[in-house]
Protein backbone atom coordinates (compact mmCIF):
# COMPACT_ATOMS: atom_id res chain seq x y z
CA UNK A 1 0.00 0.00 0.00
CA UNK A 2 2.56 2.03 0.71
CA UNK A 3 4.36 2.02 -2.40
CA UNK A 4 1.05 2.83 -4.53
CA UNK A 5 0.75 5.97 -2.29
CA UNK A 6 4.03 7.21 -3.61
CA UNK A 7 3.62 5.82 -7.08
CA UNK A 8 0.31 8.33 -6.77
CA UNK A 9 2.13 11.19 -4.99
CA UNK A 10 4.69 11.58 -7.65
CA UNK A 11 1.99 11.19 -10.28
CA UNK A 12 0.29 14.43 -8.93
CA UNK A 13 3.42 16.54 -8.76
CA UNK A 14 3.79 15.48 -12.33
CA UNK A 15 0.38 16.51 -13.49
CA UNK A 16 -0.12 19.66 -11.58
CA UNK A 17 0.21 22.66 -12.85
CA UNK A 18 0.51 21.40 -16.46
CA UNK A 19 0.32 23.95 -18.85
CA UNK A 20 -1.30 22.94 -22.27
CA UNK A 21 -1.73 25.79 -24.61
CA UNK A 22 -1.93 26.36 -28.49
CA UNK A 23 -3.54 23.89 -31.01
CA UNK A 24 -0.16 21.55 -31.32
CA UNK A 25 -0.42 20.75 -27.61
CA UNK A 26 -3.73 20.43 -27.53
CA UNK A 27 -4.23 17.90 -30.38
CA UNK A 28 -1.53 15.61 -28.48
CA UNK A 29 -3.33 16.00 -25.31
CA UNK A 30 -6.90 15.42 -25.33
CA UNK A 31 -7.42 11.40 -26.10
CA UNK A 32 -11.45 11.46 -26.21
CA UNK A 33 -13.98 13.41 -24.28
CA UNK A 34 -13.28 12.36 -20.81
CA UNK A 35 -9.31 11.43 -21.02
CA UNK A 36 -6.17 13.50 -21.51
CA UNK A 37 -2.40 12.43 -21.49
CA UNK A 38 0.29 14.44 -20.30
CA UNK A 39 3.74 13.58 -20.34
CA UNK A 40 3.02 9.56 -20.66
CA UNK A 41 0.84 9.93 -17.96
CA UNK A 42 -3.47 8.80 -18.92
CA UNK A 43 -5.46 10.54 -17.04
CA UNK A 44 -9.69 9.93 -17.07
CA UNK A 45 -11.84 12.40 -15.76
CA UNK A 46 -13.35 11.37 -12.80
CA UNK A 47 -16.99 10.63 -12.35
CA UNK A 48 -17.96 11.05 -15.45
CA UNK A 49 -18.56 9.25 -19.03
CA UNK A 50 -18.11 11.16 -22.17
CA UNK A 51 -19.35 9.79 -25.81
CA UNK A 52 -16.85 7.52 -26.98
CA UNK A 53 -14.74 8.49 -29.67
CA UNK A 54 -16.32 7.16 -32.44
CA UNK A 55 -19.54 7.38 -31.13
CA UNK A 56 -23.15 9.13 -32.97
CA UNK A 57 -26.22 9.43 -32.14
CA UNK A 58 -29.13 8.24 -34.03
CA UNK A 59 -29.50 11.78 -35.88
CA UNK A 60 -25.50 11.63 -36.93
CA UNK A 61 -24.44 14.08 -34.45
CA UNK A 62 -21.03 13.24 -33.58
CA UNK A 63 -21.22 13.28 -29.66
CA UNK A 64 -17.55 11.79 -29.13
CA UNK A 65 -16.02 14.44 -31.68
CA UNK A 66 -17.71 17.32 -30.12
CA UNK A 67 -17.12 16.05 -26.67
CA UNK A 68 -13.38 15.93 -27.41
CA UNK A 69 -13.62 19.16 -29.16
CA UNK A 70 -15.20 20.47 -26.42
CA UNK A 71 -13.08 19.36 -23.99
CA UNK A 72 -9.91 20.99 -26.06
CA UNK A 73 -11.83 23.93 -25.73
CA UNK A 74 -11.81 24.21 -22.01
CA UNK A 75 -8.38 23.86 -21.77
CA UNK A 76 -7.11 25.78 -25.05
CA UNK A 77 -4.49 28.03 -23.70
CA UNK A 78 -4.99 27.85 -19.65
CA UNK A 79 -3.15 26.08 -17.13
CA UNK A 80 -4.61 22.43 -16.31
CA UNK A 81 -3.58 21.20 -12.79
CA UNK A 82 -5.40 17.93 -11.61
CA UNK A 83 -5.66 15.76 -8.47
CA UNK A 84 -5.59 12.30 -8.56
CA UNK A 85 -8.77 10.39 -7.12
CA UNK A 86 -7.02 7.14 -7.29
CA UNK A 87 -4.15 4.94 -8.05
CA UNK A 88 -3.89 3.63 -11.82
CA UNK A 89 -5.95 0.43 -12.80
CA UNK A 90 -5.13 -2.32 -14.47
CA UNK A 91 -5.08 -0.42 -17.86
CA UNK A 92 -2.71 1.81 -16.18
CA UNK A 93 -4.70 4.73 -16.08
CA UNK A 94 -5.30 7.42 -13.18
CA UNK A 95 -8.70 9.02 -12.43
CA UNK A 96 -8.49 12.73 -11.50
CA UNK A 97 -10.36 16.37 -10.59
CA UNK A 98 -8.82 18.74 -13.69
CA UNK A 99 -9.32 22.38 -13.63
CA UNK A 100 -8.23 25.10 -16.07
CA UNK A 101 -7.10 27.69 -14.48
CA UNK A 102 -9.88 27.65 -11.41
CA UNK A 103 -12.72 25.99 -13.79
CA UNK A 104 -13.60 22.79 -12.97
CA UNK A 105 -13.41 20.74 -15.99
CA UNK A 106 -15.31 17.68 -14.84
CA UNK A 107 -18.08 19.89 -13.68
CA UNK A 108 -18.35 22.03 -17.18
CA UNK A 109 -18.27 18.42 -18.98
CA UNK A 110 -21.15 17.60 -17.53
CA UNK A 111 -22.82 20.80 -17.41
CA UNK A 112 -22.43 21.36 -20.92
CA UNK A 113 -23.85 17.97 -21.60
CA UNK A 114 -20.26 16.16 -23.29
CA UNK A 115 -20.49 13.92 -20.75
CA UNK A 116 -22.94 11.80 -18.11
CA UNK A 117 -22.27 12.04 -14.53
CA UNK A 118 -21.59 8.90 -12.86
CA UNK A 119 -21.27 10.53 -9.03
CA UNK A 120 -23.70 12.29 -7.06
CA UNK A 121 -20.69 15.10 -7.06
CA UNK A 122 -21.78 16.17 -10.61
CA UNK A 123 -25.67 15.73 -10.50
CA UNK A 124 -26.94 19.29 -10.35
CA UNK A 125 -25.10 19.53 -13.50
CA UNK A 126 -26.25 16.15 -14.98
CA UNK A 127 -30.04 17.54 -14.42
CA UNK A 128 -29.49 21.09 -15.52
CA UNK A 129 -27.84 19.71 -18.73
CA UNK A 130 -31.02 17.94 -19.47
CA UNK A 131 -33.69 20.25 -18.59
CA UNK A 132 -32.19 22.55 -20.58
CA UNK A 133 -31.58 19.98 -23.30
CA UNK A 134 -27.52 20.60 -23.97
CA UNK A 135 -25.19 18.39 -25.55
CA UNK A 136 -25.94 14.77 -25.60
CA UNK A 137 -29.45 15.66 -23.94
CA UNK A 138 -30.55 17.06 -27.16
CA UNK A 139 -29.54 14.58 -29.58
CA UNK A 140 -31.04 10.66 -29.62
CA UNK A 141 -28.03 9.82 -27.99
CA UNK A 142 -27.02 6.35 -26.28
CA UNK A 143 -25.27 6.33 -22.85
CA UNK A 144 -21.44 5.74 -23.68
CA UNK A 145 -21.42 2.38 -21.53
CA UNK A 146 -24.09 0.97 -23.43
CA UNK A 147 -22.84 2.25 -26.65
CA UNK A 148 -19.43 0.40 -26.14
CA UNK A 149 -21.74 -3.20 -24.63
CA UNK A 150 -23.40 -2.99 -28.47
CA UNK A 151 -20.08 -2.18 -30.10
CA UNK A 152 -18.43 -5.15 -27.41
CA UNK A 153 -21.42 -7.12 -28.89
CA UNK A 154 -20.78 -6.23 -32.84
CA UNK A 155 -16.80 -7.38 -32.24
CA UNK A 156 -15.88 -3.79 -32.90
Known sequence: MRLVML???SAAVLLSGAVLSGTGAMAQTVID???IEYKG????LWGLDAPEKAQTCGDG?????????YLA???????VS???KS???DEKVHYGLCKADKQDINAAMVSAGMAWSLVPDYSVQDSDAQFNIRGVNAHPCAKAWDWRAVQLAKGK
Open 7 to 9: VVK
Open 33 to 35: GDT
Open 41 to 44: VVLR
Open 61 to 69: WAAGKAAAD
Open 73 to 79: QLMQGKT
Open 82 to 84: CTL
Open 87 to 89: APN
